[in-house]
Every structure is written in structure tokens, then in C-alpha cells.
């Protein structure tokens, strides 16, 4: 069964900046295109970020320029680097393949952005 773990949500002030870490089973995180999503409440998960195996990324317009997501091979994880943090940004974020497993979902991590 695979596992992910989030990590790093807080709470912050707008245009500030927090760094999201997800560790999935080592097979997925070597093979599969992994993703950050995120999903405020009665809104439907959304895509943020990508990174394919090969590495190319693929962001949101909606944090185009602000996000970035990367791995540490070494340390089998996953980040997500957000920067100038806005209120609309406050949401639970998850990391999962892409696309989507649905037995993989983990807790997520809780991102509140203060105006």
C-alpha cells in the first residue's frame, strides 16, 4: 500500500512563504509523474504542480511564478516551495501521482494564508 506523507503547512502572512515536503513509496517516486494538489472545502481537488519523471514541471496559472516543485532523489521526497503566499492560497494541500490514485491520498497539510 502506497503511503504519503505531507508536511510543512502553517500559517502565514500574505507574501510570505512556506516549503511543503511529501514522501511517497519509493516505486512511485522513481516511475510515476508526481503531483501537489490542493482543495479548499466544497471545491473539487485541483492540480497546482507537476513533475514528470523525466523532470518537467507543469504549473496552475493560479501560482505560475510563485510555486516550484522539485525532489531530493537521496531523500525520496517531494517539495513544494511557495512564494509571495496569498489568501486564495489557503487550502489542504496533498501530493499523489498524477493522475490521481484514489487509495493514495494521504492527510494533507493545511496552508493558511493571512491578509
Known amino acids: 500500500q502506497v503511503q504519503f506523507v505531507e508536511s510543512g503547512g502553517g500559517l502565514v502572512d500574505s507574501g510570505g512563504s512556506l516549503r511543503l515536503s511529501c514522501t511517497p513509496s519509493e516505486s512511485i517516486f522513481k516511475h510515476w509523474a508526481m503531483g501537489w494538489y490542493r482543495q479548499v472545502p466544497e471545491n473539487q481537488r485541483e492540480l497546482v504542480a507537476r513533475?514528470?519523471?523525466?523532470?518537467?514541471?507543469y504549473y496552475a496559472d493560479s501560482v505560475k511564478g510563485r510555486f516550484s516543485i522539485t525532489k531530493d532523489n537521496a531523500k525520496n521526497t517531494i517539495f513544494l516551495q511557495m512564494n509571495n503566499l496569498k489568501p486564495e492560497d489557503t487550502a489542504i494541500y496533498y501530493c499523489?501521482?498524477?493522475?490521481?490514485?484514489?487509495?493514495?491520498w494521504g492527510q494533507g497539510t493545511q496552508v493558511t494564508v493571512s491578509s
Open positions: 513533475l514528470s519523471s523525466g523532470g518537467s514541471t
Open positions: 499523489n501521482e498524477d493522475p490521481p490514485d484514489a487509495d493514495y
